[in-house]
């Protein structure tokens, strides 16, 4: 595979950059609209690696894309459809952007990450099996790895900078972050749109086992969805034929990256270990089809 092929990191002359994340790289355009390019950069443990996955930020940008217009009904989200060509004028550029970038509403995001959970996996599992609960929520005893949960769990969590790690909060915290009237207005909208995205997914043959997403407001007050939508990057999608419990299942996610990861002597902190050519190849290919087969 050719990672020369993969951009790791953009570059737009005329526009201000004013972040680089984990994965994607955020540009003013204006007031009222940000420029938001996902690069192929892969994270995993909140590190971002130093091997890119060509093609997975035109993936990422596609499913997102898919899946906001799914849920337009439930939330708005931050598309606004306007063409690159509006803010760019370099057409080889806009060749090399234009199905990994979108020109978005420039709102004010909320300061948690809203996290759905739909089975017993991931930190959610290491903590049942600490303290018999996810984030402070009893479960019943003797569940498996990767158990069906008895409902949808909502366990929100901080944003980490690049290199930090999320931190589970309560939902108590929340609330005292966000408020309780919107506190409730997106544990709500969570909770929807994880269990309608989770019934699609399944009757595709994918358990989307848990996710999350981003929130944010504009001036006046309107909640939208911003970011990214149930990607493999923000997600866990297991292939229904292969799924059981007991295990940690096959996964089409980053969770190859991440239990490749832990065969290895890494503490979990920058910089990350250098990726296999085959991780990378392997990943990529499990991107690209579950997005195949999610939007087919």
Known sequence: ?????????????????????????????????????????????????????????????????????????????????????????????????????????????????????????????????????????????????????????????????????????SYEKTESMIGAKLAARVRGLTIAIYERAAAYALDCGIIIADTKFEFGQDNAGNLYIIDEMLTPDSSRFWPSAEYRTGISPPSYDKQFVRDYLDTLDWDQTPPGPALPTDVLKRTGEKYREAMQVLTR
């Open 1 to 169: 595979m050719n990672t020369a092929e993969a951009l790791f990191e953009s570059e737009i002359p005329g526009l201000t950059p004013i972040a680089r994340g984990k994965v994607r790289d955020i540009y003013a355009v204006d007031d009222d609209h940000l420029l938001i390019v996902t690069t192929d950069r892969l994270s995993a443990y909140d590190v971002v690696m130093p091997d890119p996955v060509p093609d997975k930020g035109r993936i990422l940008t596609e499913l997102s894309n898919f899946w906001f217009g799914m849920m337009a009904d439930l939330v708005p989200n931050h598309l606004t459809h306007k063409p690159l060509s509006s803010v760019i004028d370099d057409e080889a550029l806009i060749r090399t952007l234009e199905y990994r970038s979108i020109i978005v509403k420039r709102l004010q995001p909320l300061p948690i990450e809203a996290v759905a959970r739909g089975y017993l996996i991931g930190s959610g599992w290491r903590d049942y099996l600490e303290t018999g609960a996810v984030c402070g929520i009893p479960l019943p005893e003797g569940l498996e790895q990767a158990a069906r949960l008895p409902e949808t769990l909502f366990t929100p969590a901080t944003k980490a900078e690049a290199g930090d790690h999320d931190e589970n909060i």
